[in-house]
């Protein structure tokens, strides 16, 4: 995990007619401060995940050789099916992407089902410390619900 600075922030955006949303200048520079490569990852229904690509990279790669050390030395015989739906999902769950002019993200076929959101639409645009997440509003706020009596109990578990 990178040494950066934290992302933070909430904002309201509207999908426009061709699935473009803008992300904010104070979420988008951080991400694409190395370089203009993003990923754009399924997270869970009703959110998906904006990474600076060399970051997520090094994550996915350090996992998947992981498994594949693991296949390697017999450890998942037996598991097939499991290596199966780990296949399956790696196939689908991200794509690269970049922002184009005033920080416009395409959201990609496949992804915007996911999303839950349909053109016109609100969404928000939340800072997740290391990536930048949208979130259909309905799903954020139940999030919100659920993860905010937690938040203490958290901070002081990471930060001790």
């Known amino acids: 995990m990178a040494s950066a600075e934290f992302i933070l922030g909430e ?3 509207k999908i426009d007619e061709r699935f473009r949303l803008s992300i904010p200048t104070e979420l988008a520079e951080p991400l694409c401060e190395d370089s203009a ?3 754009l990852v399924k997270e869970r229904p009703g959110c998906l995940s904006l990474w600076n ?14 498994v594949k050390a693991k296949i390697d030395a017999g450890r998942l015989e037996g598991r097939i099916a ?32 996911f999303l839950g ?7 928000l645009i939340v800072g997740a ?6 979130w259909r509003t309905d799903a954020w706020l139940a999030n919100l619900e659920e993860q905010m009596p937690e938040f203490r109990t958290l901070l002081d578990a990471l930060s001790n």
């Open 11 to 13: 904002f309201n955006r």
């Open 53 to 66: 690509s060399k970051h997520w990279q090094a994550k996915l790669d350090a996992g998947v050789n992981l």
């Open 82 to 113: 499991d290596v199966q739906m780990l296949g399956r999902l790696l196939s689908t769950r991200h794509r690269n992407v970049q922002l184009a002019a005033k920080g416009r993200l395409l959201i990609p076929e496949g992804f915007r089902e």
């Open 129 to 134: 410390a290391i990536c930048v997440e949208i």
């Open 117 to 123: 959101v349909e053109a016109g639409g609100e969404v």
């Open 37 to 39: 490569d993003l990923i």
